[in-house]
């Protein structure tokens, strides 16, 4: 009687389906240091959920930038799965400098799987998707003064089960930079040297 009642209780939970779940399962970040320029993005890596691994953005040094420069938050990708008739509607990145207020871009759907993420790593559970279409392309350095900064990100699944995070607004992922004064160019350079020479000249010719 009891091998009985337990192989039914096998069938009946065979023949239900998965209970309704989403999640993020991995982020990444594109940073490009000269906006529109010649220099090839940089690729980090935040909630990484595979064996091959990108540099992580958080703790990251993203370097030196000279006041009045554009730096752009130039990509970013999002994997999340779903199963038991769940649905992720949605996402964004959010991002903010020197712990302002959070501002949102969209990450647009790209693909379900299978799909190899930013750092190589293949998934092709049925549930899975890639979300790496990033709206906009926003210059994380407008508006800065000279000195030391921080760059904050974290991602948002939107999703019929409720909102799903890889970081949070309270625990970002986290990079340092720095803003600098502009060198002057040897030209301008010599030329102010020259002027300041004419001007000492002057002052002593008057004191002549």
């Given at each position: 009687?009891?091998?009985?009642?337990?192989?039914?209780?096998?069938?009946?939970?065979?023949?239900?389906?998965?209970?309704?779940?989403?999640?993020?399962?991995?982020?990444?970040?594109?940073?490009?240091?000269?906006?529109?320029?010649?220099?090839?993005?940089?690729?980090?890596?935040?909630?990484?959920?595979?064996?091959?691994?990108?540099?992580?953005?958080?703790?990251?040094?993203?370097?030196?930038?000279?006041?009045?420069?554009?730096?752009?938050?130039?990509?970013?990708?999002?994997?999340?799965?779903?199963?038991?008739?769940?649905?992720?509607?949605?996402?964004?990145?959010?991002?903010?400098?020197?712990?302002?207020?959070?501002?949102?871009?969209?990450?647009?759907?790209?693909?379900?799987?299978?799909?190899?993420?930013?750092?190589?790593?293949?998934?092709?559970?049925?549930?899975?998707?890639?979300?790496?279409?990033?709206?906009?392309?926003?210059?994380?350095?407008?508006?800065?003064?000279?000195?030391?900064?921080?760059?904050?990100?974290?991602?948002?699944?939107?999703?019929?089960?409720?909102?799903?995070?890889?970081?949070?607004?309270?625990?970002?992922?986290?990079?340092?930079?720095?803003?600098v004064s502009p060198?002057?160019?040897p030209g301008s350079?010599?030329?102010?040297?020259?002027?300041?020479?004419?001007?000492?000249?002057?002052?002593?010719?008057?004191?002549?």
């Amino acid at each position: 009687m009891n091998k009985t009642l337990g192989l039914c209780a096998l069938l009946l939970a065979a023949a239900l389906p998965a209970a309704a779940a989403t999640g993020v399962f991995g982020s990444y970040l594109a940073i490009d240091p000269d906006g529109d320029g010649a220099t090839t993005a940089t690729w980090f890596g935040g909630q990484q959920p595979g064996s091959r691994l990108l540099g992580s953005f958080n703790g990251a040094s993203l370097g030196s930038f000279q006041l009045g420069a554009t730096a752009t938050l130039s990509g970013a990708e999002m994997l999340t799965w779903k199963n038991g008739g769940s649905d992720v509607t949605g996402g964004v990145l959010n991002w903010r400098v020197d712990g302002g207020a959070y501002q949102s871009v969209a990450l647009n759907f790209t693909s379900n799987a299978t799909f190899v993420d930013r750092a190589g790593n293949s998934f092709g559970n049925a549930g899975d998707q890639r979300w790496a279409s990033l709206a906009s392309a926003p210059n994380f350095l407008s508006g800065l003064a000279v000195g030391s900064h921080t760059l904050q990100v974290y991602f948002t699944a939107f999703t019929n089960q409720g909102q799903q995070l890889s970081g949070s607004a309270a625990n970002p992922f986290t990079a340092n930079f720095s803003v600098v004064s502009p060198v002057p160019e040897p030209g301008s350079l010599g030329l102010l040297l020259a002027g300041m020479g004419v001007i000492a000249w002057k002052h002593r010719a008057r004191r002549a």
